[in-house]
């Protein structure tokens, strides 16, 4: 399965902290994408980070890739309780034409 | 803008019984279009996706069809529904030339069978 991972599955912290989340993922890829679910809605798209990038930024959202390490974080600073979701990493697949999904990070903060 | 719409936010269903769920996607043409599931607390798994009218790629064999009837729409049956078959579905778009770069999703259905 070309299925990416994330890392931890869950995560609390207080607000005001930095939340950092893992991926790994198992093929090559042209670019790597960050998506947040807020809970019983769908996923909205965060961020890009194109496989020649090494780190992105946007607003308090920081993500870095290693191509070598197949893996990538999202670290979101000075979190909010709005930042409660759950968040994803998402890979294209070979034909480019979908994407995969991993298994997602559950974020909780906490006022 | 471009919009996608979803229904029904939620639906119980009897074992057995079909199912018919619908996307629609306005402002775009020519999109690719997605099927997801998503059982509780867990990730996303890509049952079928389509990149033009009538043309179908099934991910996961299984109880479910899809169909493209309409550029911009994507409808996901079911003749006889199973218990495992619960969970909570999601459609979505991307633009349909150069890679995959962004998937934009609807609320979702959330679908309990009894």
């Known amino acids: 399965s070309q299925q990416g991972e994330e890392d931890p599955q869950a995560l609390s912290i207080q607000e005001g902290e930095n939340a950092t989340m893992n991926c790994s993922y198992k093929t090559s890829i042209n670019n790597l994408q960050w998506y947040r679910q807020n809970s019983g809605r769908g996923l909205v798209h965060l961020i890009l980070?194109?496989?020649?990038?090494r780190e992105k930024h946007s607003g308090r959202l920081r993500v870095t890739l290693d191509t070598s390490k197949k893996s990538s974080s999202l670290l979101i600073t000075a979190s909010r309780a709005a930042d409660t979701a759950s968040y994803f990493c998402a890979t294209p697949a070979r034909d480019f034409q979908k994407l995969v999904f991993g298994t997602g990070t559950r974020l909780l903060v906490s006022p | 803008s471009q919009t996608i719409h979803q229904w029904p936010a939620t639906l119980v269903q009897p074992v057995g019984s079909p199912l018919s769920l619908e996307c629609t996607v306005e402002g775009t043409s020519n999109p690719n279009l997605y099927w997801y599931r998503q059982a509780a607390g867990r990730g996303l798994q890509l049952l079928f996706y389509?990149?033009?009218?009538?043309?179908i790629s099934s991910e996961v064999p299984q109880n479910l069809s899809a169909s493209r009837p309409q550029d911009r729409q994507f409808i996901l049956s079911s003749k006889k529904l199973l218990l495992s078959d619960s969970g909570f579905y999601l459609c979505?778009?991307?633009?349909?030339?150069?890679?995959?770069?962004?998937?934009?999703f609807g609320q979702g259905t959330r679908l309990t069978v009894v």
């Open positions: 979505a778009w991307s633009v349909g030339m150069g890679g995959i770069t962004e998937a934009f």
């Open positions: 980070i194109r496989s020649n990038e």
């Open positions: 389509s990149v033009g009218i009538g043309q």
